[in-house]
């Protein structure tokens, strides 16, 4: 009797760091939703999920009840310049997580901060969202941004690329005023060594050239947009880039901002605030210099975003696989983890189903960056990084901003970075 005893103690007392009861667990790789599921929490990753029924006997540090509630993987800005500044991880990083961002991707800046920050994170992993950076962008002899970007030639690229390489870059961020020469270069250096680039696509070569370059992702819609002059080679391109494995990551809210900006409109969200000073001159100075367009000038900047809106459209109809991104910090009056927001709906605003973008969010940068076993959907044995919403997000992709609770490597995220 006393054998039996035991043996069924030790059955019920298997513990958890975190478990969340009845929760619906939204599946976005799939597009379905899974009710009443239970999502148990060790360390920082997901030991296991089950059915939930009633209580049963479950041991944890934090028991979350997800009833009413729905759960997604920690969404990624594909898009971000976070890695100007080495403070910027204790003003800029909160904020991603508090709005339910637990990845990014920096697409230029310091190389050192990078690094640093990426050690920091390791100790820390609670309150850094996971970064993947290029450090710096790879550009022709005069670069756009001289104090972030490295002028690359056909004699000093494999310097230059061994270089970043040591250093432990996770891509290489090319930059729009690259020769094709060079790009040909970083091409062939990029199979050799199986590293990605990813970008602008250059001034001088054209769309076809960048997706038969092997170049991962279009950063933007520079280049793309004069695609949209012609339908027979906007087709064929998709096919080029389809063949090629080509990304757009759009960054839709830069010309939504863009468009504002050419009626005198600026936007001040409260987090503005809260930004780095020297983001917020930055910005402020750019609205003192700035000119309202008038006329024509309106109706020509009217019709060109509702063409952006268009191109983007095109690209998810012929399923060239899309990423979320802001350009936080590369555009003014964007906001890390607000205008994350605002890009989704802009992306259900151009007629993507919810589902879908939400994929976008999260299971399409998993899979960008080889990293689908740890990431990208809520399963066994996965990383625990997980937001839960008060409101159904497939319903309206508006109710991704009624965030509830953020879950950074097993453990709740919340605003007190210095202090922990
Ligand atoms: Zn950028």
Request: proline residues 8%; without cysteine; glycine residues 12%.
């Given at each position: 009797m006393l054998i039996y005893f035991c043996i069924s103690c030790q059955q019920v007392t298997e513990t958890y760091d975190m478990v969340i009861e009845d929760v619906t667990i939204i599946d976005a790789k799939n597009s379905i939703l899974?009710?009443?599921q239970t999502i148990y929490i060790r360390q920082d990753r997901i030991l296991k999920i089950t059915p939930s029924k009633g209580n049963s006997g479950i041991i944890a540090d934090?028991?979350?009840?997800?009833?009413?509630?729905?759960?997604?993987p920690g969404f990624w800005d594909m898009h971000v310049h976070t890695c100007w500044k080495d403070s910027l991880d204790k003003t800029v990083f909160p904020i991603f997580l508090q709005y339910g961002i637990t990845g990014i991707r920096d697409l230029g800046g310091s190389l050192e901060i990078l690094n640093t920050f990426k050690n920091c994170a390791k100790v820390r992993a609670h309150l850094y969202p996971n970064l993947f950076g290029a450090g710096p962008i790879l550009d022709g002899e005069k670069p756009i941004h001289p104090a972030f970007s490295i002028s690359v030639t056909t004699n000093n690229f494999r310097i230059v690329l061994d270089s970043l390489r040591s250093q432990k870059v996770d891509f290489l961020k090319v930059y729009s005023l690259l020769p094709s020469s060079v790009l040909d270069s970083i091409s062939a250096y990029s199979k050799e060594k199986k590293i990605d680039f990813a970008g602008h696509i250059s001034e001088y070569i054209t769309p076809e050239m960048a997706a038969v370059r092997g170049q991962k992702s279009f950063e933007h819609l520079n280049k793309l947009e004069e695609l949209l002059d012609d339908s027979d080679r906007l087709n064929n391109f998709f096919g080029i880039a389809d063949e090629h494995g080509s990304w757009l990551c759009p960054t839709l809210v830069i010309y939504q901002r863009k468009y504002e900006m050419a009626n005198g409109e600026f936007f001040y969200h409260s987090l503005f605030e809260d930004l780095d000073k020297d983001l917020k001159l930055e910005w402020e100075y750019l609205k003192e210099g700035s000119t309202p367009k008038i006329g024509d000038e309106i109706k020509e900047s009217t019709l060109r975003y509702h063409k952006q809106k268009q191109l983007v459209k095109a690209f998810y109809d012929h399923q060239i696989p899309l990423l979320i991104g802001t350009d936080f910090a590369g555009m003014q009056f964007v906001y890390?983890?607000?205008?994350?927001?605002?890009?989704?709906?802009l992306m259900e605003e151009i007629g993507i189903p919810p589902f879908e973008i939400l994929k976008m969010a999260t299971w399409n940068p998993a899979v960008f960056l080889g990293i689908s076993e740890s990431f990208g959907t809520i399963e066994a044995n996965k990383i625990a990084d997980l937001v839960l919403f008060s409101e159904n997000p497939v319903e309206s992709i508006e109710n991704t901003l009624s965030i509830d609770m953020v879950i950074k490597s097993g453990k709740i995220a919340d605003k007190t970075f210095a202090k922990n």
């Open positions: 899974l009710p009443n934090t028991t979350i009840n997800g009833k009413g509630k729905y759960v997604l890390p983890g607000y205008s994350y927001h605002e890009e989704l709906k």
